[in-house]
């Protein structure tokens, strides 16, 4: 068992949340229980993952992507009441860490998914967008290939850049719109969550292949990566829940 606040306390200082000026809160975002026993953390706080931590008696859940967007509407109705409903009614604390959880050095989305494909970081500038380089060149169906078994899903490949590849650019989640700065820093590959209908014409403009790999597979590693870190520093009961989401 573990006191909220000092977990939050211990997360603000590990994930650097002071450093991010984010779309949503960074933190507690709804309170519950005042001591944790279970905690479970998920990519989104879909009332599926609520119902999940119900059922599993959670006292917390930890999310990527948690509420209170900025410019959304501020009226609690429909989804989110829902939501909250049983976040409240059940004591459950959500916790959510949005760009501090894609930025972190070790176990950020992109920082996991980097080594997950086996890159060296040879990024030249601070900022999500990163630039790796593969232990040697590979064709680009067999680099398709294992990012398809290591993301278990087919991804959306847009073609532009050469036959054999090396040099890899990435950012996890909707990031597709950083094609160009990665055309710029010379990257063969672009790998990010979502694309946009102009992303096909920069691919091939810009002589770069584009993998559309889907937002919430980009996005599984910080959230299981820090379920573990916590398991183990406060040895605790934390598990990451996978519900799958094809976008």
């Not at 650097?16 to 989104?44: M, R, S, W």
């Not at 593969?134 to 050469?162: C, D």
């Amino acid at each position: 068992m573990i006191a909220r606040q000092t977990l939050l306390d211990y997360l603000a200082d590990y994930l650097a949340i002071d450093k991010f000026k984010d779309y949503a809160p960074n933190g507690l975002q709804v309170e519950g229980t005042g001591e944790l026993k279970k905690i479970i953390t998920g990519v989104t706080a879909s009332e599926a993952l609520i119902d999940y931590a119900i059922a599993h008696q959670a006292d917390a859940i930890i999310v990527h992507h948690g509420y209170f967007w900025r410019n959304e509407a501020p009226e609690v109705c429909g989804m989110k009441r829902n939501r909250l409903k049983k976040l409240l009614m059940h004591d459950i604390n959500l916790i959510a860490y949005h760009l501090p959880l894609d930025a972190h050095p070790v176990m950020g989305n992109n920082a996991v998914l980097g080594a997950q494909i086996g890159l060296k970081d040879i990024t030249p500038e601070e900022g999500l967008l990163r630039l790796g380089c593969l232990a040697s060149p590979v064709s680009i169906e067999q680099f398709k290939q294992s990012i398809n078994a290591l993301l278990n899903r087919q991804l959306l490949h847009l073609p532009g850049g050469p036959e054999q590849i090396e040099k890899v650019a990435w950012c996890t989640g909707g990031a597709q719109n950083m094609i160009d700065q990665a055309c710029a820093w010379g990257a063969d590959v672009f790998i990010s969550g979502e694309v946009s209908e102009q992303t096909f014409h920069s691919a091939a403009e810009g002589k770069i292949h584009y993998f559309a790999a889907g937002h919430h597979a980009t996005e599984t590693w910080g959230v299981k990566a820090l379920a573990e870190h916590i398991r183990e520093k406060f040895l605790m009961d934390c598990i990451f829940v996978d519900l799958p989401n094809p976008v």
